[in-house]
């Protein structure tokens, strides 16, 4: 499998950790963000949203972090990142919607560079801008974990789920924005649990090739 991923992007850093959670390897290919890399044409031509994640499987090529990951989860089951019942997979794939819909979406790249260069933001407005989403995700989410976790050690039940994968890059996010975390007690401890999972390990920015 081939890769194309950036260190800090939070959304291939949720399909690095499936990987590493499936214990399958890949090639990492490294497309630059902040010099626009994902826009050479080579990229688009596979890819043209000129987003990553985006992954080559053999001649199947697939993109969209939450999508790859359920493909990897179906065609690779064990271990699984979702739960048997449908109801339960049902309020796991809410909980990773709810970061992968409503938190991360505000907050990336793109946006953060249309209000810097479109609407005139210093980086203090911009900052202000992402930590208030954070936290506005973030209430709704520590309130999830408080009903669904079983052992504080995951956002639902007790075992790694597709949330899981996706709150931890969302945690990273949010403290390189120095955002106050202290109202999110319980997503603070799952989160410190999480990383320190070997898959969770392995994935995180610092220790990427490419990292900076």
Partial sequence: MKLHTFWRSSAAYRVRIALGWKGL???????????????????????????????EDGEFALGQSLAIIEYLDETHPEPPLLPSSAQERAQVRATALAIACDIHPLNNLRVLQYLRSQLGQDTAGVETWYRHWIATGFRGLEAMALRQ????????????????????????????????????????????????????????????????
């Avoid at 990492?28 to 688009?44: I, Y």
Wanted: hydrophobic residues 40%.
């Fill in 25 to 55: 390897p890949y090639d990492s290919l490294s497309r630059h963000l902040g010099r626009g890399e994902q826009s050479a044409p080579e990229f688009t031509t596979l890819n043209p949203h000129g987003l990553v994640p985006f992954l």
């Fill in 149 to 212: 976790s079983l052992s504080g050690r995951c956002l639902y039940g007790d075992t790694v789920t597709l949330a899981d994968v996706c709150l931890v890059p969302q945690m990273y996010n949010a403290r390189r924005f120095q955002t106050d975390l202290s109202s999110f007690p319980t997503l603070v401890a799952i989160d410190a649990a999480l990383r320190e999972l070997p898959a969770f390990v392995g994935a995180a920015p610092e220790v990427q090739p490419d990292a900076e």
